[in-house]
């Protein structure tokens, strides 16, 4: 398949408009497989592109 350029520039777009957007919400507003999400999102993380700060719940993502 690939690395979906695409999907990450969306999740990053996202994330600008909602810095506490959850991965369920991601996969719901892009019309993704929620595993798709989590996988672009290790891969922007790993790239620092962008960064969890706090908790899972209550924390929020910042774009790099």
Do not use: C, F, M
């Not at 672009?40 to 908790?55: D, H, S, Y």
């Amino acid at each position: 398949a690939g690395i979906n350029a695409g999907t990450k520039s969306y999740i990053i777009e996202e994330i600008i408009k909602n810095n506490s957007i959850t991965a369920l919400e991601l996969s719901l507003v892009l019309g993704k497989n929620i595993r798709t999400i989590e996988k672009n999102i290790k891969q922007l993380q790993e790239a620092g592109k962008i960064k969890r700060v706090g908790p899972n719940k209550g924390g929020h993502w910042e774009v790099k």
